[in-house]
Each structure stands twice: as structure tokens, then as C-alpha cells.
């Protein structure tokens, strides 16, 4: 089946340090979608890339889709307490569906 | 913030209840899902619908059904819960014109089954 694979499963970083999850399927992708969930909350929307190769960012956070649409990657800069989540990446395979990656767990060391 | 609702919000019930979790929002968004979470871990979608009177599974086989009658009212029932159904129930609505649209999540439901 048409899967997203997200790595790494758990991170802890120390405050100020940099922060990166990756994602990546087997097959392209019509666009992909990031998510961010608090600890005991739900998903909230970030971002949608569409492009092939494009570079979003929002404030700390980078986000980039890759030139085959296959992968795609989301960066925070100088991590604060206040990006502890985890975090997912969403896949589109070209229906109206979401396919979620596995997320990833960020934990922050003060 | 999103007008998408849960209730309840927490849920323990014994083995064999019927249950129906209530999912409703006011933003008039066509397309709405049902995702299972365990905490920590991925979500799995298990149903979704594009409009009212149309409702298909998801990729997680799931021993729930669902309805939508109306628009904002997406419930899910369990005639028979069991204890591997314990988990959190996320339901989400999305709508506009684009393929894929911004998915709006609901506060969750929090299921315990004894």
C-alpha cells in the first residue's frame, strides 16, 4: 500500500539547538501537508508544498518538498520550549485522501 | 481557530456497549474523516465521507460504521465495544475547491473500554 515513512521516530534536543524530520515515499506525491500536535492535543495545520523542489518558511521552520516529489523535509532553527509536539508530515497520492507519516517526537531540554 | 467538535471527550465503557461518538462542525465543509490514534503514534484513517449520504472506509479496517446525514454531522457508532477498540478518535473536516484541502481537527475522543 501507498505508505510515508518519517524519520526519526523521537528527538531531544537541547533549547537553541536545531531541529530536523524527514519523509519519505515509495511513490510521488501530489502535494504534502505538515502537522503539529501538542502533548494531550490534536493536529494542527502548518503547511502545504505542492511544488516539485519548493522551499517554504515560516518564521524558525523550513519546510522543503524534493525535486521528485517523493520526499520532503521540515527544519526549526534555535528550537524553543514552545515546539514540543509531534510532528507530521501528510501525504497526498493524487485521490482527496491523506496518507499521515509516522511523526515524529520532539522533546526539548531547557 | 477551526469550529469542529467532539463529545464526549472522554469515554470509559464496558465491554459490549453501544457507543456513538459525536462529531459536528459549523464551517459547512463537504469532506469529513474519522482517523484512530493510540497515543504517540500515527493517525489511521477508518472512514471518511465527501457529502452528505456518501460514506466509504478508510485504510484501517475498523468494526465501526458510520452516517452523514447532514452536512456539520459526521457520528461514529460502535454496536459492540471491545477492549482493542480503546484509543483516541480524532474526527476532521475539510472543504473548499482545492484536491487536497487544509484538514481542521477535532478536540478528540478518548475511548476506554473494560
Known amino acids: 500500500g501507498q505508505q510515508v515513512m518519517q524519520i526519526p521516530q523521537y528527538q531531544h534536543v537541547q533549547e537553541g539547538e536545531d531541529f530536523t524530520t524527514y519523509c519519505n515515499s515509495s511513490?510521488?506525491?501530489?502535494?504534502i501537508q505538515w502537522y503539529k500536535q501538542r502533548p494531550g492535543g490534536h493536529p494542527v495545520f502548518l503547511i502545504q508544498?505542492?511544488?516539485?523542489?519548493e522551499v517554504k518558511k515560516q518564521k524558525r521552520l523550513t519546510f522543503q518538498f524534493g525535486e521528485a516529489k517523493k520526499n520532503s523535509s521540515l527544519h526549526i532553527t534555535a528550537t524553543q520550549t514552545t515546539d514540543v509536539g509531534t510532528y507530521f508530515c501528510?501525504?497526498?497520492?493524487?485521490?482527496?485522501?491523506?496518507?499521515f507519516g509516522t511523526g515524529t517526537r520532539l522533546t526539548i531540554i531547557p | 481557530e477551526a469550529d469542529i467538535y467532539q463529545t464526549p471527550r472522554y469515554l470509559v465503557i464496558g465491554t459490549g456497549k453501544k457507543i456513538t461518538l459525536e462529531c459536528s462542525q459549523t464551517?459547512?465543509?463537504?469532506?469529513m474523516y474519522w482517523y484512530q490514534q493510540d497515543p504517540g503514534m500515527e493517525l489511521h484513517l477508518i472512514h471518511y465521507?465527501?457529502?452528505?449520504?456518501?460514506?466509504e472506509k478508510g485504510d484501517l479496517s475498523s468494526e465501526s460504521t458510520v452516517s452523514r446525514i447532514r452536512t456539520e454531522h459526521f457520528p461514529l457508532t460502535l454496536e459492540s465495544a471491545r477492549p482493542s477498540h480503546t484509543s483516541q478518535y480524532l474526527c476532521?473536516?475539510?472543504?473548499?475547491?482545492?484536491?487536497?484541502?487544509?484538514?481542521?481537527f477535532g478536540p478528540g475522543t478518548r475511548l476506554t473500554v473494560l
Open positions: 476532521a473536516s475539510s472543504g473548499g475547491n482545492q484536491r487536497t484541502d487544509t484538514q481542521y
Open positions: 511513490t510521488t506525491l501530489s502535494n
Open positions: 508544498l505542492v511544488k516539485s523542489g
Open positions: 501528510a501525504g497526498n497520492f493524487g485521490n482527496e485522501k491523506l496518507t
Open positions: 464551517m459547512g465543509h463537504d469532506k
Open positions: 465521507s465527501y457529502g452528505v449520504n456518501s460514506t
